[in-house]
C-alpha cells in the first residue's frame, strides 16, 4: 500500500491517462491472443497495470532509437507475458500496431517468447524463467561501471520465485548494493498446475526479499496511483535495490478470465472475447 | 616450430596473464568468477583491475546472467569457473540468456577434462565441448598451449558473440613461438603426413607430436594437425587431410561421443569417408590420480595414440 512519507508526484490527470492507456493496452493484448490462439492471457492481464506505468510514466526510452544509450532497460523476466510487452512496444512507437496481429506466426518477430535478436526494445530474449533478474544485474553493473544514470526494471512472476536462480540473483544485487535496479514481482497467485501456495509456497514474499536485503513495497499491482508511486520512491533508495510486490489477480480486465488458473497458457474463444469486450467497452485492434 | 619442448606452462596461467594485458588495453574488459579466480587465474585481473573484476560467488547460473546483462550494457565480459560448473550447473543460462540472444560473452572454463587430477571425477569435465558445440552460436575453442591460449583470447576478444574456451589445469609443453597466429575456424598443420593424420587438441596435441616422432622411427610418416578451434570446424583441413592420407585419428582430453572426434567423423562421413579411430574418454566418467598417472589409464598417451595410428592404417583399402 502507498506510505504516508510517499510523495505523489502524478497527478490526477495523469493517473487518468494512464488508466485510460492500461484498459487499450490489455484490449490489443485479448485481441492478439484470440487472433493467434495461442498465448499467455491470464499473467499479461495481470502485469498490464505494472507494464503500463512503466512504459507510460517511468522509463527513459526512444522508439527510434532502442539502442540509445541513455535508455531505462526493461527486462521481462517472466517472459510469457510476452503479448503485454509487445502491446507496450507498439503503444511505445517501436512497432506498428497492425504488426501485433503476427504473434507467433511464422517469420514473425513478435516470437512466443520475446526474442532480443529480432525484436526492437526487448533487451534479452526472455521465457525460460528465472533468469531475468541475473540480466538485470549485469545491466546495474555496466551502468555504475559507466557512472550513468539509467535505471534497470525487471518484472518477475510470483511462480518464478520457485526458481534458484532468481535467489542468487537476490544475494548478488544487494551485495554490489545496485540500487539502480527496481524489480517488480506480477503477484497473481497462479502458476500453470494451480495456485502458487499450494503447488510450492513462495509466501512470506516480503520477508524473503528484506531478508535478502532489498527494500521491499506491498502495493496492489492494479492501483495506478500506488504503481507510480512505488516507482518514484524506488528511484530514492540508495545503497540497496528495490523490490516491489504487486499483489495483483491474474486475467485482470474481465471476469470471463480473472483469477482462472486455466488462462495461464490459453487464449478466449471469440465468446469469451466477446464478452471480455464489453466489459472493456473495447475497440478493435487485429481487424 | 613444433614439439620443441623448452618450458611448461598451464594455460589457466597463460589466459590469466591474457586477460591482464587485455585488460590494459581495452577497458570495457570486465571479468566474473565464481568463487574459484585462485585456479582459474582471473585473480590476476583482479589485482590489477579490482574495479572490473566481480566474484559472483558460488553462483555459477547467476554469474552467465550477469555476463549477459554486462554484455548488453556495452561491456565485455569474460566468465571463468572450473569446466565442469560452467558448462555443466550453467548450462540452460548459457543457452538461453547468452546463445539464444546471441550475447558477446567469453567463457573460459579452466580444470577441463581428467588431468584436473586428484579431486577426481566429480570435478573433471570430459563432456564440455559436446555441450558448448551443440548450442547454436557459440563458438568452441580448445588451446594446446600458453602461446595459443594468449592468442585464442585475444582472437575471442576481437570476434563478436559468445566463445567457450578451454582451459587446463596442469603444465603442459609449449609448442607454439611468437610468430605463430591463431585464427578462430582455422587448423594448424605442423606436419602434412602420408600414411595417417592425427588431428588432435588441448593437450593432446603434444601427445600427438611425441606419437608422431614415435613412428617415425617405425618408418611411419604421420600428420599432425591442431584443430585448435572445434566450432567452426576447419572442414577443409580435415577433409584435405583424409584426402591425403587416408586414415584419420582424433585425440582429445574428452569424451569420445560430441567432441572433437564426433565433430571430425560429422565432417568424414559427410564427404570423404575413411577409416578413423577416436582417441578419448570412452564414455566413461573419470577418477582422482596424478596426472600422468590418469593420462595412461584413460589411454590417452602418446604409446596409445601410436597404436591407435597402427591399427586405423590397417583397415586402409
Redesign the interface.
Known sequence: MIQEDWFMAVTEEELKSLREKARRVRIDILKMLTECGSGHTGGSLSATDIVTALYFYKMKYDPKRPDWKERDNFILSKGHAAPVLYTALAHAGFIEHAELCTLRKLGSRLQGHPDSKCMPGVEISTGSLGQGLSVANGLALAHKLDKSSNRVYALLGDGELQEGQIWEAAMTAAHYKLDNICALVDNNGLQIDGPVEKVMGVEPITDKWRAFGWEVFDIDGHDMAAITAALDKAETVKGKPTMIICRTVKGKGSKVFEGKVEFHGTTPSKEELDIAMKELSGETVCK | MGGNVTEKVATRDAYGDALVSLGKKRNDV?VLDADLSGSTKTSKFAKVFP??F?N??I?E???????????????L?FVSTFAVFATGRAW??VR??IC????NVKIVASHSGVTVGEDGGSHQSVEDIAVMRVIPHMTVIVPADGPETLQAIEAAAEYKGPCYVRVGRSKVPTLFGADYKFKIGKAHVFNEGKDAAIIATGIMVAEALRARDLLKAEGIDVGVIDMATIKPLDTDAVLAAAKRCGAIVTAEEHSIIGGLGGAVAEALVESVPVPMARIGIKDTFGTSGDQEALLKHYGLSAGDLATAVKEVIKKKR
Not at chain 2, 547460473?61 to 561491456?75: E, H, P, R, V
Not at chain 2, 539464444?100 to 550475447?103: I, K, V
Request: overall charge negative.
Open positions: 570486465v574495479d572490473r566481480f559472483i560467488g553462483a547460473q547467476d554469474m552467465m546472467g550477469t555476463a549477459a546483462g554486462l554484455a548488453i550494457g556495452g561491456k565480459p540452460e543460462q538461453q540468456s539464444y540472444p546471441n550475447l
